[in-house]
């Protein structure tokens, strides 16, 4: 492996998207869609630094005895997440999810998989494997990049601020200014893979396609994330 590749350049600043306001409500809703009322066993595909588990954590702490099995490819997006997860309720693997899932048939009653399908090499495959995974009636949420429209997300963070009426707020927005200007530089280049198909960005209706294809019957669709993302949450048929 290279030792400057791309997502472990990004994980030196993945954390700043904590910063944007609509990233902390996507990560929220992720959470509350999970709509864990029992003891769960949940798998984290592309958890990146972890910052849908310490939701989770958070939110549940204590509640039930949740299991959570992450996988990422890159150590330094792992490091971050390991250094911020208290519990020991969670195992990290360092995987490829292009070689497949190192877990037995019906492991899982969740999977979330967020914005790290379109970087995979072949989706369709990943969500066989998802499926294979899954317990019979077990859910799924997706969310995945469908538009490449990179200033609606700050538009969306900007709208927020200002309707808070907040001076704080706003100086801080100014502060954290390059911090925002580093991560559309990233962005720029996910975008630019997704162009050369590289990445794979998908429209609603082509995820809702392939999952209905693969075996699942669909619970919820829509945009999140100032609509560049689709929010996808399908059950086990
Ligand atoms: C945009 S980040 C999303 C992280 C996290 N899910 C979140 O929402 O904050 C994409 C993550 O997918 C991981 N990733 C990319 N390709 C992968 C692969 N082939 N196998 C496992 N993880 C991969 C990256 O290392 C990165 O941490």
């Known amino acids: 492996m290279p030792l400057l590749n791309f997502w472990r350049l990004y994980a030196l600043i993945y954390d700043s998207?904590?910063?944007?306001?609509?990233?902390?409500?996507?990560?929220?809703?992720?959470?509350?869609?999970?709509?864990?009322?029992?003891d769960l066993t949940i798998f984290d595909a592309g958890?990146?630094?972890?910052?849908?588990?310490?939701?989770?954590?958070?939110?549940?702490?204590?509640?039930?005895?949740?299991?959570?099995?992450?996988?990422d490819v890159e150590t330094?997006?792992?490091?971050?997440?390991?250094?911020?997860?208290?519990?020991?309720?969670?195992?990290?693997?360092?995987?490829?999810?292009?070689?497949?899932?190192?877990?037995?048939?019906?492991?899982?009653?969740?999977?979330?998989?967020?914005?790290?399908?379109?970087?995979?090499?072949?989706?369709?495959?990943?969500?066989?494997?998802?499926?294979?995974?899954?317990?019979?009636?077990?859910?799924?949420?997706?969310?995945?990049?469908?538009?490449?429209?990179?200033?609606?997300?700050l538009k969306e963070h900007i709208f927020i601020i200002l309707s808070k009426k907040n001076i704080i707020s706003f100086l801080k927005f100014l502060i954290d200014l390059p911090l925002f200007v580093l991560l559309i530089v990233f962005n720029i280049i996910i975008l630019f893979k997704a162009k050369k198909k590289i990445y794979h960005f998908l429209s609603e209706k082509i995820l809702a396609e392939k999952m209905s294809k693969f075996g699942f019957k669909i619970l919820k669709l829509e945009k999140v994330y100032g609509s560049t993302c689709v929010f996808l949450k399908a059950q086990k048929i």
């Open 17 to 38: 998207l904590l910063k944007i306001i609509p990233y902390r409500q996507l990560i929220e809703k992720v959470v509350a869609e999970l709509e864990i009322k029992s």
């Open 47 to 71: 958890c990146g630094t972890g910052n849908v588990i310490k939701k989770i954590e958070e939110k549940y702490s204590g509640d039930f005895k949740i299991k959570i099995h992450a996988i």
């Open 76 to 153: 330094a997006m792992l490091n971050r997440a390991v250094g911020k997860i208290k519990k020991n309720h969670v195992r990290f693997w360092l995987c490829d999810l292009n070689e497949g899932l190192p877990f037995p048939n019906k492991t899982f009653h969740r999977i979330i998989c967020v914005n790290a399908l379109y970087a995979l090499n072949n989706p369709d495959l990943a969500i066989q494997r998802f499926r294979r995974v899954l317990k019979n009636k077990g859910e799924i949420i997706i969310v995945n990049p469908c538009s490449k429209n990179l200033v609606a997300i």
